[in-house]
């Protein structure tokens, strides 16, 4: 376990001198929200490269620096993480580009995320407490739940959650993920938490299971028909 972000803040030190090139990283999860004093110990790195030369390059370095490969458990496969590596206390969980395959890194995120360290080569780049309560909306860990729990108690903004699930909608077409989202913020409500963007959220879980029953039932009616053939 990491219990003091400046040890994460070293090691990023450390990796800097392995790389040869300037690169972005994007961390999400624990990692950050340890980085804010919200939570005790993190055992684990989320990071997020934005293209597939800053993810070889960073993958290089952890190499270099003896991290070693991990097989991911059946929870984290389902995470679509790309790959896990492990050195002494400290794991990189990373992600190519986005999460679950789902949710990707988009442009407002970038916007959205501070540099809290700039060295020769790295950029470091925590991302908003908004879009980590996205990303740890998606998944069924109980630490997950509790990371939203405090994120929501911290204060978040409901309306920047709510623009960025629409437009992830919108641009992916991938939304079979606003059903996990509407059940962690079903979890959250049980747990006394207000959530001013319910109304919404709902709307759309109901608009794809519509959309799921329509396809459905047109599949059904063309089985139907060649049948008839």
Same mark, same amino acid.
């Given at each position: 376990?990491?219990?003091?972000?400046?040890?994460?803040?070293?090691?990023?030190?450390?990796?800097?001198?392995?790389?040869?090139?300037?690169?972005?990283?994007?961390?999400?999860?624990?990692?950050?929200?340890?980085?804010?004093?919200?939570?005790?110990?993190?055992?684990?790195?989320?990071?997020?490269?934005?293209?597939?030369?800053?993810?070889?390059?960073?993958?290089?370095?952890?190499?270099?620096?003896?991290?070693?490969?991990?097989?991911?458990?059946?929870?984290?496969?389902?995470?679509?993480?790309?790959?896990? $590596?492990? @050195?002494?206390?400290?794991?990189? !969980?990373?992600? %190519?580009? +986005?999460?679950?395959?789902? &949710?990707?890194? =988009?442009? /407002?995120?970038?916007?959205?995320?501070?540099?809290?360290?700039?060295?020769?080569?790295?950029?470091?780049?925590?991302?908003?407490?908004?879009?980590?309560?996205?990303?740890?909306?998606?998944?069924?860990?109980?630490?997950?739940?509790?990371?939203?729990?405090? $994120?929501? @108690?911290?204060?978040?903004?409901? !309306?920047?959650? %709510?623009? +960025?699930?629409?437009?992830? &909608?919108?641009? =992916?077409? /991938?939304?079979?993920?606003?059903?996990?989202?509407?059940?962690?913020?079903?979890?959250?409500?049980?747990?006394?938490?207000?959530?001013?963007?319910?109304?919404?959220?709902?709307?759309?879980?109901?608009?794809?299971?519509?959309?799921?029953?329509?396809?459905?039932?047109? @599949?059904?009616?063309?089985?139907?028909?060649?049948?008839?053939?």
């Amino acid at each position: 376990m990491i219990s003091d972000f400046k040890q994460i803040k070293e090691l990023f030190k450390e990796i800097d001198q392995e790389l040869t090139s300037k690169i972005n990283i994007y961390v999400i999860g624990g990692a950050v929200i340890l980085y804010q004093g919200l939570k005790p110990a993190t055992k684990d790195i989320d990071v997020i490269l934005p293209n597939k030369e800053s993810y070889d390059a960073f993958l290089k370095a952890l190499t270099s620096l003896g991290f070693k490969r991990r097989k991911p458990t059946e929870t984290y496969k389902k995470m679509e993480i790309n790959l896990i $590596l492990e @050195k002494g206390d400290f794991r990189f !969980d990373l992600f %190519l580009k +986005e999460v679950f395959k789902k &949710i990707s890194l =988009s442009i /407002e995120m970038r916007k959205r995320a501070i540099d809290i360290l700039k060295v020769k080569h790295l950029n470091v780049f925590l991302c908003s407490n908004e879009d980590i309560f996205i990303f740890k909306s998606m998944t069924t860990r109980k630490g997950d739940l509790e990371d939203c729990i405090t $994120l929501a @108690k911290r204060g978040i903004s409901w !309306d920047i959650i %709510l623009n +960025e699930i629409q437009s992830q &909608i919108k641009h =992916s077409g /991938e939304d079979v993920w606003i059903t996990w989202i509407g059940e962690r913020v079903d979890l959250l409500k049980d747990e006394g938490i207000n959530i001013p963007i319910l109304k919404e959220i709902n709307e759309l879980r109901d608009n794809y299971f519509k959309q799921i029953e329509k396809k459905f039932k047109q @599949k059904t009616k063309n089985k139907k028909s060649n049948q008839r053939i």
